[in-house]
């Protein structure tokens, strides 16, 4: 009998270990002490399982401003004790990122383009893997530039494509090219497409989201500094984007997809469009407008957990 309890204490053992937060550095067991230094939290001076061991969606986004307002608004949605107004940024000994624990919800920025968003995730991954959490979801929450969309609609990203609208992130690691696939979870694409039909004003799409490195010659716009190309070279790349399956344009989604997609971790990008890029590159609705945008992703998400967690009304 004693081998047959063995065996099954093992597979449960195994089994609660794949539901974790995994990472994929053999030489994190061999340190003493994880400093988390971009968030100001240390393995050692910090217990994590205790801190944040009961979280199960985490939710980033680029602004500071923006998601402490989540924070503050998801407070509310979950109908939690205290002042939303009083959330205290966890963060606050570092001046890089922001981050606001809400019940089973963390709110964190992660600053603008693919490295800002990198160095945040590595020390967002291993916070939640020194915590032991499980079964964790993770939702990137933005704003982007929409293709052949009307500006308010939310695109929910079925695959983050490379500038060759290829599914894939491409990493220099020791000089040498590491690629790694961006395909996002179809399951929690498909759930969070339903729940916009819950909603009201919230027009919602799937598709494929563009990922640049950077805001102006990189997404085809014809107002930066630079420009070496001309109008109908621009609306020639769009086309082809479209067809490709591309419905917005941001700076972060391929290696948020890549890195979570290696961890295990389930994943969705859900941004709302801000303009239609076919017709133009500058952004001109009212900023009472855009605010009321912005929050779209926000109630989107919102709805997601609350129905996760059986709590709407």
């Not at 993770?138 to 490379?162: H, N, Q, W, Y």
């Amino acid at each position: 009998m004693a081998p047959i309890l063995l065996n099954c204490m093992g597979n449960e053992h195994n089994e609660y270990i794949k539901q974790q937060v995994q990472v994929k550095n053999p030489y994190l067991g061999t340190m003493e002490e994880d400093i988390l230094y971009h968030f100001s939290l240390s393995t050692r001076t910090h217990n994590l399982p205790e801190m944040f061991g009961d979280i199960k969606f985490v939710c980033v986004g680029g602004s500071a401003n923006r998601m402490k307002a989540f924070a503050q608004f998801i407070h509310h949605e979950l109908k939690l004790p205290g002042n939303p107004e009083e959330i205290k940024d966890i963060c606050d000994g570092t001046d890089r990122y922001c981050m606001y624990k809400v019940g089973p919800v963390l709110s964190i920025s992660h600053g603008m383009g693919v490295p800002s968003i990198s160095i945040m995730l590595h020390e967002l991954i291993k916070l939640l893997h020194h915590a032991q959490c499980r079964d964790v979801i993770l939702f990137r929450l933005g704003t982007s530039g929409g293709v052949g969309l009307a500006p308010g609609t939310v695109v929910i990203t079925e695959k983050a494509v490379d500038y060759s609208f290829r599914p894939q992130f491409e990493q220099v690691v020791l000089g040498k090219v590491i690629t790694r696939s961006t395909e996002l979870d179809k399951g929690v694409s498909s759930e969070l497409l339903q729940c916009s039909t819950e909603l009201e004003n919230l027009p919602t799409v799937i598709g494929n989201t563009l990922c640049t490195h950077d805001f102006y010659e990189g997404q085809g716009r014809l107002d930066g500094a630079l420009c070496s190309f001309s109008h109908e070279e621009k609306l020639e790349y769009l086309r082809k984007a479209f067809e490709a399956g591309v419905r917005n344009i941001e700076m972060e989604s391929t290696v948020f997809a890549a890195m979570c997609r290696v961890c295990g971790v389930k994943a969705a990008v859900v941004c709302v469009a801000l303009l239609n890029r076919f017709d133009g590159d500058q952004i001109t609705s009212s900023h009472d407008v855009l605010v009321e945008y912005q929050q779209r992703p926000q109630i989107l998400v919102s709805h997601f957990i609350k129905k996760r967690l059986g709590i709407l009304a």
